[in-house]
């Protein structure tokens, strides 16, 4: 079945350490985000990438890094930088172009800094 | 630039009665609309949404949602309630304009919660 892929679905991390979440879709998707979410803020675009070797802060990117090399994967890295990364993580997949902007998620992966 | 204002942050509904859930829009130009849910620790799932014609939308779950361009609205209802209907909300809007084209903005999300 076609879907998106997130792993791990928990990870805790001593701060300092930098950690890497990782997203696949098998969708054939040329976009793909990633979203933070935290209680009573909905979800916040953190970065995104339209095609391969190319992507675009979003509107809370300080802290964290991304790369897309291939289509299918969009992992996020969570840097020492980022001052608060206690968060639940979404990566999500859309096709690109004139569709509908419809998103497709991941069933996330909720990081905790101890 | 897009936005969208979900009214109330919790909502509790006795099983049976009405859901109403509220959302409202900004836009420069036609927006498309959604509606997703999210149930504890899992990704969101799309339930409804509205891009052109038709301003009564049916989504999965017996919901529907009304785009109502007068009152910038997109408010989601379901007429009877059911256990399984507790979760999280999110209306959203796309980004029409060149620099937020494709990309979703969300609302901060309002909590169902259903009694017996």
């Known amino acids: 079945d076609g879907g998106i892929t997130q792993s791990p679905k928990y990870l805790f991390r001593k701060e300092g350490q930098n950690v890497t979440l990782s997203c696949e879709q098998n969708l054939n998707h040329d976009a793909m985000y990633w979203y933070r979410q935290d209680p009573g803020q909905g979800l916040r675009l953190i970065y995104y990438s339209q095609i391969v070797n190319d992507f675009q802060k979003g509107d809370i990117a300080e802290g964290y890094s991304v790369s897309r090399e291939k289509k299918e994967s969009f992992p996020l890295t969570v840097t020492s930088a980022q001052k608060n990364p206690t968060a639940f993580y979404l990566c999500?997949?859309?096709?690109?172009?004139?569709?509908?902007?419809?998103?497709?998620f991941g069933e996330g992966s909720r990081l905790t800094v101890l | 630039a897009q936005s969208v204002t979900q009214l109330g942050s919790h909502v509790s509904v006795s099983e049976g009665a009405l859901v109403l859930l509220r959302c409202n829009y900004s836009?420069?130009?036609?927006?498309?609309l959604f509606w997703y849910v999210q149930y504890p620790n899992q990704g969101l799932q799309l339930l409804l949404k509205?891009?052109?014609?038709?301003?009564l939308v049916k989504g999965i779950n017996g919901f529907e949602a009304e785009f109502k361009k007068s009152e910038t609205s997109f408010h989601l209802t379901k007429p009877s309630a059911h256990m399984s209907d507790a979760a999280e909300y999110f209306c959203a809007v796309r980004g029409m304009t060149t620099d937020s084209w494709g990309k979703l903005q969300f609302g901060a999300g309002t909590q169902v919660v259903v009694t017996p």
């Open positions: 509205y891009t052109t014609g038709a301003t």
């Open positions: 836009s420069s130009v036609p927006p498309y």
């Open positions: 999500a997949s859309s096709m690109k172009g004139l569709g509908t902007g419809e998103l497709f």
